[in-house]
Structures are given as C-alpha cells and as structure tokens.
C-alpha cells in the first residue's frame, strides 16, 4: 500500500516546521490600510455572528487585491526597515546550501532518490543500479517552470521499473497535473492528467489507480469546494478521456476515496474517509485483480471512528494496523474467506504508541514512540518479535516506506534536534544498520548544542513532554530569547528532527521549545481525541503551560519569549495570543485556520471537521466560537508584535483565514506592537520553491530578531 495510509492520516493539514526588548521605535508609526467593514451577519443556532470581512473571501475581485497590494506594501516596508534583514537572509543561504538526499526505493534492477545540491529550488530525482552505481539524472523538476516555483508531486514508479508517473503542482498549489515518463529512454509520454488532488498514484498492470476531482468553476480554482471525488484506472498512453472509472460515490460529496495496490500488485484495496461528517476512521474494500474482479468487497463497510490500513498481504491474507479496541493501535491479519471468524492478533497493543508499520523483504517493521522518540522494531510476519534496530539516541526515524517483498536491505532517515538527517541501510540478513548518506553542514558542530526533554503539567494536570534545544553553557537567569513552537492536532506527532535553518537563531543564544500538546500522535488515539472537538482548549491550555513552565524555570521570561507556528499550528498561535496576550513578547502564525466558523466552507476543510467539529453543529458551534481566533479578539488590548504569513496559491488553508484575522486585529489592537500579514505570491501552504523557502525564513526570523531586542552576529 506503501504511501496511502500516510497519506489520508495526514492529508488534513501540512505540518510547517521552522522556529520583553523594546517595542521597535517605528511600530506606532505604521499606516494600515483602511479595511472596509461589511454589514454581513450570520445566525448559528440562534445566536447572531458579524462578519464584517466577508468581503476578503473573494480572492478574484479587484478590491481584495488593492487590500493585498496595501497590506504587503505596509509589511514589506516595515520589513526592510530591519537593518539585519539582509544578513539574516544570507546567513540562512549558508546553512542550508549542502546536498540534500531522500532515502532510495528500488524498482526493477534500479534505485530512485531526491537530491537538491544546495538551494536548487526544486530536488532532482535521479536513479542508480545498485547500491554504488553512478546515479543519473531522470527528471528535473526544476524545469518545469522558468521561476521554479513549480514543483514535484507524487512520484511512483511501476514495479519492474520501466515507467515512472509524476504530479506537477504550479505555484504550491494541492493541485496535481500527472505525467509519465519511460525510464530507460527519458522519454517524456503523452500523458496528461488533470486536477488531481488528495491522491496518490498506484500501479498495477499497464497503468494505474489515481483519485481526482471535475473541473472546478474557471476563476475559482483555489477556493471552490471540493467534492465528489473520483477513483479512475489510467492506461499508459490512453487519453485522460478513456480512463476507467473505478469508483464514484454519488450520495457523500465530502469523502476522500483512494485506491492502493498490495506489493505484489494482486490486490487493489478502495480506503474511504468521511471526515467531513466528523468521522475520524475509514472503510476499506479490496478485489482481486488477478481474478479480474471488478466489483470491491468489504474488510470494514461502516465509518466510525476507528482506522484500518491495510499493511500488505500474506498470501490470501492481509495485514491490517488498526486502532479498533486499541488505541496506541496493533497489528491485525484479516482472512477474507472467513470474515465472519475473529481476526487474528499478530502484534497486540503497547504502552507506546505504534506510529508506523511498513513490510520489507519478509520482516515487519513496526515504528513505536516513548515520549515521542522513535523505535523501530522487526517482527517475522507471523508476528513474533526478532530485534530492535538500534539508533543513534532519542530522534525521529521514518523510513522502509517504499520497500519490496523481495528487497534484500531496507533504508530508513534518523534526526533530531542536532542530529542532521542520515540515511541508514538495514540488511535483513545480518541485521545491521550502516550509514548510507550523511549530511555534511557548513559550519555546523553538534557539540556545541545540548537537546533535552522536559515534562510539565498542564492546566489540568496532564503530564506534556517538551523538547529544549541550544548552546551549551545556557544561563538559566530568564534573559534568553527562546521560541515556542507548536502544533497540537491532527494525530500529527511534533517530532524532534532537525532544522538547519534554526541554527541562524540557537547561534544567537536562543532556546528553541517544541511542545508535544494534546491533539497529536505522540501517545496514541487517546492523546490525539484528548485535543479535539469539544476539547480543543486543551491544546491551548498545554501550550500555555508550556510557556509558563519556561519563565518560572528562568529559560526566559514574558519579554523574550516568541511563539511560532504553522497551519494549524498557525490557529495555536493565534488563539493562544489572544486568550494570553501579555504572556508573549512576539507571536508568528503562518498560514493559520483563523475562521473557525467558516473554515468547512472552502476547498478541502470539511475535511477538518473530525478535528474541529462544526458550526453546522450547535454545541460544537460553541466550542468554536469560544475560540476562533477571527472572532475573540479585544478592542484596545496591546497584543505581542505579530507576522501573519500567508500565500495566494494556499489552496488548503485558504488566504482569507489571515486576511480577516490580520484585518480585524489590526482595528482592534491597541497599536503598541506591529501587526502585520506577509502574503507571497505563486506559494502555497508551503514554500513552493527553496527561494521563496529561504525569503519567508529570512523574514519570520528578522521579525523575531528584530521584536526581541536581539542584534545578530554573523
């Protein structure tokens, strides 16, 4: 099944992972624009809702525009007011300008890898015979666009090699146009397949199975609904027109519907999610394909809560990672041909969370998390336990994701927080790992920073891990300008990998914290639903505490501290600022969920709803109200100096989230702090390209530099 299950567990929202002095003298000065205020007001169970922004969700008309093109004039205009700004951006091209590697999978005789040189905009896919053969160059994505902003999707190859099936995205949209390419010759085929999105690619026989959408109405392509999604068979060669329509379901528009391929390419297996009606699981049907079949029969025909992912077949039998009565999750095998017969347990619950199960050659690999550190595990696949695989210390492992029954070594990526990513082989046979690829970053010495995991107790008294990074001979006086950095939903696990951009702060003296709050992975299906619907605030709570736990122990104190986050991180930050604003000096959301009311409106954030709930419903409608953050915020208070980051091809988190939060703090803030939005153009959710990557840090950095008192010295 390789990446499907990974792909509908995390399809909801990207993870974007980057990072009291006085006030700048020019804060008070700026000039926002004057942002017209609508009368639009709406009835959510009785009680009545302004929203006098309405008007920014249309992000086709003129006047929308000339708010944009005035907003990002104030910004930019505040920004290169920053007399380090330039330093910052250089010193951010230092660090990250080394060859950068993906793991390999192997097709056929052939192994396929990424690798970026350095600030290439875009990785470049290359393969190899062998595990020393010359690598050559297959596909450029840095030639899709003159400005390199267009940039790679899925990327599979067929099994035996010969052909290989690539997404284009155009200026970070989620959109995906899908291209095939013939291996030995580079010959671009005339394949061309329009408006995929939340799919994967998956080969089996001459073609293969992909899942996409009608075409959108013209002019509203990155805001419109998405619904209706539709499986369909590609024929290598075959018009986009003849493909064969696999699967389609008429009466549920908001369900994601994808098909994957055991290893052996006998099995298709039909994965349906309908997060949209607040159901957090899936169903799952499969048909023999070497039987022709053409009809899909169900493992689980009912959506509830609970998740199945089909890890691969055992002969006429699957393996299935499930959460059912299990909420760390365990390792089930599924006999269809007694299917009224219990399944069978293969490797029961643990106290750890299981993150991942992958099959390579004949092993099971089992990915566990203790305190959010990795472990990864081999099982025979009838379930016994062989050996731990040893790692380097406490970090993050993923990997064997593209694995072969018949493989002979499996590759996995270690990191943490000082630790750059490595890509190690495991041999099955003698059961080592050796180093494959390691980084070699410019100026960078591990020993000269020091990694620690705290735990403090939330409001409620929850136990919270916390992950502390930088230099060594930290001074525990409250002076040191620290980061905050959280995320808190989606089942996503906030994990300890590295980042080398966020040199360019600890070598300033900055502490960087990643908070493990409620909401994600780190502890299974019970950590996750502790942080959602009607329990959201708990993830507010714990980052709280997390910044309350790093005054009282004097890493810093309320006028050095900066909060940052992404996405749904981006919704953190800004609830968070405006619950507790005077416990931050800074606060940054790039791309938050702002709109808790509207959010389910627009292209794919029905599918949130599993997290969020829904204004559709009464009692979760007030839980949201009580904290979205376009609607909770106060008139006159002096809120931290704050950067909103947006993107007009942001097609997931649409950009109107940020512009009516930014619109409304800025008539609402005291005005003692900048309040600022950043919106980039042809990016999206995130950085389309390494350049707009490296600007948008440059910027995001300079602001907290620069609202930190902090002058640095590169």
Request: aromatic share 12%.
């Amino acid at each position: 099944m390789k990446r499907i299950q990974r792909r509908l567990i995390g399809i909801a929202l990207a993870l974007l992972s980057l990072a009291i002095a006085t006030a700048p003298s020019f804060a008070q000065s700026l000039d926002y624009p004057q942002t017209r205020k609508g009368d639009q007001v709406d009835d959510y169970h009785g009680v009545k809702v302004a929203d006098p922004y309405r008007w920014l969700e249309d992000d086709n008309s003129a006047e929308t525009a000339k708010w944009v093109e005035a907003e990002n004039k104030v910004t930019f205009g505040y920004l290169e007011k920053i007399p380090f700004r330039a330093q910052v951006k250089a010193r951010l091209e230092q660090l990250y300008n080394y060859p950068k590697y993906t793991a390999p999978f192997r097709k056929g005789d052939l192994l396929f890898f990424t690798k970026n040189d350095g600030l290439q905009n875009q990785s470049v896919v290359y393969d190899q015979k062998g595990l020393e053969g010359a690598p050559d160059l297959l596909l450029d994505p840095n030639k899709f666009s003159a400005d390199g902003t267009s940039r790679l999707g899925d990327f599979e190859v067929s099994r035996d090699g010969r052909y290989a099936a690539y997404g284009v995205s155009v200026g970070g949209s989620d959109w995906q146009e899908a291209h095939v390419i013939e291996v030995a010759t580079r010959k671009e085929l005339p394949d061309d397949l329009k408006w995929l999105k939340a799919t994967g690619i998956s080969w089996a026989g001459d073609g293969f199975f992909y899942s996409r959408y009608d075409a959108p109405v013209a002019g509203h392509e990155l805001s419109s609904k998405n619904e209706f999604q539709k499986v369909y068979y590609h024929v290598v060669g075959k018009p986009q027109s003849d493909d064969e329509l696999i699967y389609e379901d008429k009466a549920n528009p908001e369900r994601f519907q994808e098909v994957g391929v055991t290893d052996d390419e006998r099995f298709a297996i039909l994965v349906v999610t309908d997060e949209g009606k607040g159901k957090r699981g899936d169903a799952i049907y499969f048909r023999d394909l070497s039987k022709k079949e053409k009809s899909f029969k169900p493992i689980i025909s009912e959506i509830t809560d609970d998740r199945y992912i089909v890890i691969d077949n055992v002969g006429d039998k699957f393996l299935i990672y499930t959460n059912h009565g299990a909420p760390n999750y365990r390792v089930m095998l599924y006999d269809p041909a007694n299917a009224a017969t219990p399944w069978k347990e293969l490797v029961g619950e643990k106290p750890e969370a299981l993150a991942g199960a992958e099959v390579v050659g004949d092993k099971l690999f089992l990915t566990y998390l203790k305190d959010v550190a990795s472990h990864i595990y081999a099982y025979s696949l009838d379930g016994k336990l062989e050996n731990e695989i040893e790692l380097p210390g406490a970090g993050v492992a993923t990997g064997f994701h593209e694995g072969n029954r018949d493989d002979k070594n499996g590759f996995y990526v270690y990191s943490s927080f000082n630790y750059p990513p490595t890509i190690f082989r495991y041999e099955l046979a003698t059961k080592k790992s050796s180093v494959y690829r390691a980084p070699q970053i410019p100026g960078f010495r591990p020993e000269e920073y020091e990694t620690r995991e705290v735990f403090y107790n939330s409001k409620d008294g929850t136990r919270v891990p916390m992950f502390l990074v930088y230099r060594k001979g930290l001074k525990l006086d409250g002076k040191n300008p620290t980061v905050l950095y959280g995320y808190g939903g989606f089942n996503v696990t906030n994990s300890p990998a590295f980042n080398p951009l966020r040199l360019a702060l600890l070598e300033q003296g900055f502490v960087y914290a990643s908070a493990n709050m409620r909401g994600g992975g780190e502890y299974g299906e019970n950590w996750h639903d502790a942080g959602t619907k009607l329990k959201k605030q708990n993830v507010f709570d714990d980052f709280i505490a997390a910044a309350e736990w790093l005054i009282a122990n004097k890493y810093t104190s309320r006028g050095n501290l900066a909060i940052l986050g992404g996405s749904n991180g981006g919704l953190l930050v800004a609830a968070v600022m405006n619950q507790r604003p005077e416990l931050f000096r800074v606060a940054v959301a790039l791309a938050g969920v702002m709109d808790m009311l509207r959010f389910q409106k627009f292209t794919i954030g029905w599918n949130w709803a599993a997290d969020y709930g829904s204004s559709d419903n009464a009692e979760e409608f007030k839980a949201l109200y009580a904290y979205s953050p376009v609607h909770n915020i106060k008139s006159g208070v002096k809120y931290p100096a704050t950067l909103i980051t947006t993107a007009d091809h942001d097609d997931r988190v649409v950009p109107a989230h940020s512009f009516k939060y930014v619109a409304t703090l800025q008539a609402a803030a005291s005005h003692d702090n900048p309040v600022l939005i950043r919106i980039d153009t042809k990016s999206g959710h995130g950085a389309s390209s390494t350049t707009k990557a490296i600007e948008l840090n440059a910027d995001v950095y300079s602001f907290l530099l620069y609202n930190l008192g902090v002058t640095p010295k590169y």
